[in-house]
């Protein structure tokens, strides 16, 4: 960790001296800081040693004086950024420097000449052998380049089918009895069924096999998984995001509880349903959520909570299932499912059989263990975990951490400084953890590359808890196991990780994180907030106006700021002076402009601001030399973001993401020079410029996502695109276009997911798609103007969801026999005149939901007779939407197949641009 702070601090100095040129500093400045960059080099072998020390839990005088020398440096860390602020930020380009400045910059060089000293007897006294001296290091990993496993080189995050394939072992008793307590007796009443048992005994996976399970399923009306944090009004959205397959009816950033609360009883009233709440840590989280709940329509609740008591406090009936460790024949097979891919050799089995009997049943201590030691099949590495397992799961996860790369472990130790129980957002994670200067890009992958590898082995080793994974296997989000937490948190107290202190509040501020450097509750006065890396806020949507204006003036080293979700309209101005911002996150604020003043952020990385007020954007913004990440809108929608291009004006050439653009014609001419693009989404394109918009595309070799929406009444002709990037997944096309069989061929080796809306094709879709050998998911927005759709025998080979949408000529449709073989999802909706099923549809073995909204009453009563003739239960109900609701629902379900169709009664279709939003995600 601290060799990744170096080499980021290296970078800065370069950046530092090449300003030289522009006449900013003195000469002596300059040679300090030369000077120090040649330290640099000197000082990394030492504290690459240092960090694996104190990681690796080398012994405790060896451990002491590493200590010392990071410490020391992050000493000399401060000085030299506090030193890097251009004066221009402070006091005006044209003004002469006051002379209280000029006796600052004296005290911070004399500062860094002491802190230089101090670090070189601290190296004399190591006594390092000279092979150091010379190069030759310890063994130990770079911080910068982990290199992965090649099989995972295609999608980092992909989630292997055997991850999520692993079988449930030794809990049948408990699964049976936790199914016949929610299926056998069927009372209107209320109930809650507690799952208890220790950390890492396995409730959450036992609870998960029974919920996903189809006889649970069917027996339910409506069915919901929350996680239970602080934030008891994310869970309350969490909640009815689950009803409403992920989107509610409802503008949930506005509700205040109350409407919550009244929203779920509306709801759930005359419906039997089923509310998991998993990690419940407090009773005093009942009284808020309970109003939530009708008590008389045979509702039943599971929790899973390491407090056996908790539920005694109820008044409604309840029951507990307390889960015991494993037996040991269980445990054996357990671990060895997770450590070996096939037969065990003998003489490993007979060392596994010795690590069950150490670890006592532990279903987390297990896994850890095994994990660990898939990746050392050496009989020695066996016998030295077998000499540190001592009847103890931390020992067991510790073990796990011990066998992580270098850059790996700080990736861990960062998570485990999240908010206890916090649902964690892969890609959100990875910009800031890139942010803060832990891995930087190498000469063949990006930063964030680099930080999927090191999640890669967080997935592989079982170390992180796996929440929501999309249809084609990639990790969206996740959690951290509370042991792991714990672990995390030990490691950095105990060995004085500065990088990672943190602040939690309990008074003052709530929920708000602080990273580096900072270990004492705000508001205290004797917080050193001059040295703060990284500010971020988490489940609150009010601050302080006091703590904003503290902002500019007291973060001076600030790398991070996140303000996602925060109720702000105005940015401080003086926001520009935080010169080492990497990270701005403004995502669903109320702001309306941002500050001139952010020009001169020069290290800043990544600007979101999608889901703000913000319709225009200054040519500034992309002229920020560093800028690798531009979040402005989503271009599936009509309000995309404009940037004011100036002619002449040098752009960021390294920029990785750009997206929610509005396609102004200088807009699309400068995007030929953006080759290093990965995801382009941009709107409002006019006909004229496709030509242009094509040859800037064919040079973006990296391209993994595109998003293309022509303005209203013009088309998109796509005829110039070339096969470009061998790497998009994924394709989005809003408008007109043609030629359409061209513009498939364009990207048919891997593409993975394809949006198609408002582009009126005459020709059936279907003929020009069905051939994608990868495709997954497949939407279909008023994509088609004919009347019949046909998929060939063969067609579609690994298609999952399908969305068929605002068809509305669409009368038939047919599938031939193996066809669509792996459709899961399919969503019908706004076709008026297809009043039949497409032929082989409920043949297909795979297909176990089916979305209908606004559809003819004869399809539907169509849909509800196969149901019967197949012999499937039928279940109906009705949802309560409010008057101003967008689109109220009746859902069928039936098992194994699931269908839901819209309610007439109110609201007679859907809007067009929340059609857009559902399919898209």
Not at 72 to 101: I, Q, S
Not at 815 to 825: F, R, T
Not at 861 to 884: I, P, R
Request: overall charge positive; charged content about 25%.
């Amino acid at each position: 960790m601290t060799e990744a702070s170096v080499t980021f601090l290296q970078r800065k100095i370069d950046n530092y001296l090449h300003w030289n040129k522009r006449g900013l500093y003195f000469s002596e400045v300059l040679k300090e800081f030369s000077e120090l960059r040649n330290d640099l080099e000197r000082i990394i072998p030492f504290l690459r040693n240092a960090d694996l020390d104190v990681l690796g839990f080398g012994h405790d005088e060896k451990i002491y004086t590493s200590k010392k020398l990071r410490n020391a440096f992050y000493d000399m860390e401060d000085e030299v950024e506090k030193m890097m602020r251009p004066p221009t930020l402070l006091w005006g380009c044209h003004r002469p420097l006051p002379f209280w400045w000029h006796c600052a910059l004296y005290k911070n060089l004399n500062d860094v000449h002491e802190v230089r000293g101090r670090i070189q007897r601290i190296m004399d006294k190591l006594k390092v052998s000279s092979n150091i001296e010379n190069g030759s290091l310890e063994k130990g990993e770079s911080s910068i380049s982990p290199e992965p496993d090649e099989s995972y080189r295609e999608s980092m995050l992909r989630v292997s089918g055997n991850y999520l394939e692993m079988k449930m072992v030794g809990f049948k008793d408990y699964k049976q009895q936790l199914e016949e307590l929610l299926l056998q007796d069927r009372e209107k009443q209320l109930k809650v069924i507690s799952v208890t048992g220790m950390a890492g005994i396995g409730k959450t996976t036992l609870v998960k096999k029974v919920y996903n399970s189809n006889i649970v399923k069917s027996s339910f009306e409506c069915l919901t998984w929350v996680y239970i944090s602080r934030f008891l009004r994310d869970v309350l959205r969490a909640m009815l995001n689950g009803f409403f397959f992920g989107t509610a009816p409802y503008a949930l950033d506005s509700m205040d509880e109350q409407e919550l609360q009244g929203a779920i009883h509306s709801y759930l009233c005359g419906k039997s349903y089923l509310i998991v709440m998993d990690a419940v840590w407090n009773i005093s989280f009942w009284e808020f959520l309970a109003p939530a709940f009708p008590k008389d329509c045979g509702g039943r609740i599971i929790w899973t909570t390491c407090e056996r008591h908790l539920v005694d406090f109820l008044d409604i009936p309840h029951f507990v299932i307390k889960l015991e460790p494993l037996k040991y024949d269980d445990s054996l097979a357990l671990f060895c499912q997770r450590a070996f891919l096939s037969s065990p050799p003998p003489e490993l089995l007979e060392k596994a059989k010795i690590l069950v009997e150490r670890l006592r049943g532990l279903p987390l201590a297990i896994v850890h263990i095994a994990s660990s030691l898939r990746q050392e099949m050496s009989p020695q590495a066996w016998d030295r975990a077998i000499s540190l397992i001592k009847e103890s799961m931390f020992r067991a996860i510790r073990l796990n951490y011990k066998g992580l790369t270098y850059p790996a472990k700080l990736l861990f130790l960062s998570l485990s400084m999240f908010p206890e129980e916090e649902e964690i957002w892969v890609k959100r994670f990875i910009r800031l953890w890139v942010a803060e200067g832990f891995v930087e890009e190498t000469p063949d992958r990006t930063a964030e590359e680099v930080a999927e590898a090191c999640f890669k082995q967080l997935i592989i080793r079982s170390m992180i808890d796996p929440v929501r994974i999309d249809v084609i296997g990639n990790l969206k989000s996740f959690k951290l196991h509370i042991p792991l937490r714990h672990l995390g948190r030990a490691i950095i107290e105990n060995n004085e990780l500065r990088e990672f202190c943190t602040t939690e509040k309990e008074h003052g501020y709530p929920n708000i994180q602080c990273l580096r450097r900072h270990t004492q509750n705000m508001p205290s006065k004797k917080i050193d907030l001059a040295n703060l890396r990284y500010f971020a806020i988490f489940g609150i949507e009010t601050v302080p106006s006091s703590l904003m204006d503290l902002l500019p003036s007291k973060f001076q080293l600030l790398r991070v700021l996140d303000l996602r979700g925060v109720r702000i309209k105005i940015l401080p101005s003086g926001l520009g002076t935080l010169f080492h911002l990497r990270y701005l996150g403004l995502r669903r604020t109320h702001i309306i402009d941002l500050p001139s003043s952010l020009s001169r952020l020069h290290h800043l990385r990544t600007l979101d601001i999608k889901d703000t007020q913000v319709r225009r954007l200054r040519g500034w913004v992309v002229g920020l030399m560093q800028l690798r990440h531009i979040h402005l809108a989503s271009a599936l929608m009509t309000k995309v973001v404009e940037l004011s291009l100036e002619t002449g004006m040098l752009i960021a050439p390294q920029i990785q993401t750009l997206a929610g653009v509005r396609g102004t014609t200088r807009l699309v001419q400068e995007l030929q020079s953006w080759t290093q693009l990965r995801k382009l989404s941009i709107g409002r394109v006019i006909g004229c410029d496709s030509e242009i918009l094509c040859r800037s595309i064919n040079k973006m070799s990296f391209l993994r996502s595109l998003s293309i929406k022509c303005d209203g009444g013009q088309s998109l002709q796509l005829e110039s695109l070339t096969l470009c990037s061998k790497n998009l997944e994924t394709l989005r096309i809003g408008g007109p276009v043609k030629p359409f069989a061209h513009l498939v061929n364009c990207f048919r080796p891997n593409l993975c997911r394809l949006y198609l809306w408002d582009n009126m094709l005459k020709e059936d879709p279907f003929s020009s798609l069905q051939h994608l050998p990868n495709l997954i998911v497949l939407s279909l927005s008023n994509a088609y103007t004919g009347k019949f759709m046909e998929c060939c025998a063969g067609g579609f080979p690994k298609l999952k969801n399908l969305s068929i949408l605002r068809m509305t000529s669409l009368e038939c449709g047919t599938i031939e026999l193996g066809g669509m073989k792996e459709l899961e999802n399919l969503f019908i909706g706004h076709c008026p005149n297809l009043k039949k099923l497409f032929q082989g549809l409920i043949g297909l073995s795979a297909l176990h939901i089916v979305k209908v909204s606004e559809m003819a009453d004869e399809f539907v009563e169509v849909l509800e007779k196969n149901v019967k003739d197949h012999n499937l239960k039928v279940q109906q109900q009705h949802m309560h939407v409010e008057e101003n609701a967008k689109d109220p629902h009746v859902i069928v379900q039936k098992m194994p197949l699931f269908v839901s169709k819209d309610h007439h009664s109110k609201v007679h279709g859907m809007p067009s641009e929340r059609i857009q939003r559902i399919i898209a995600e």
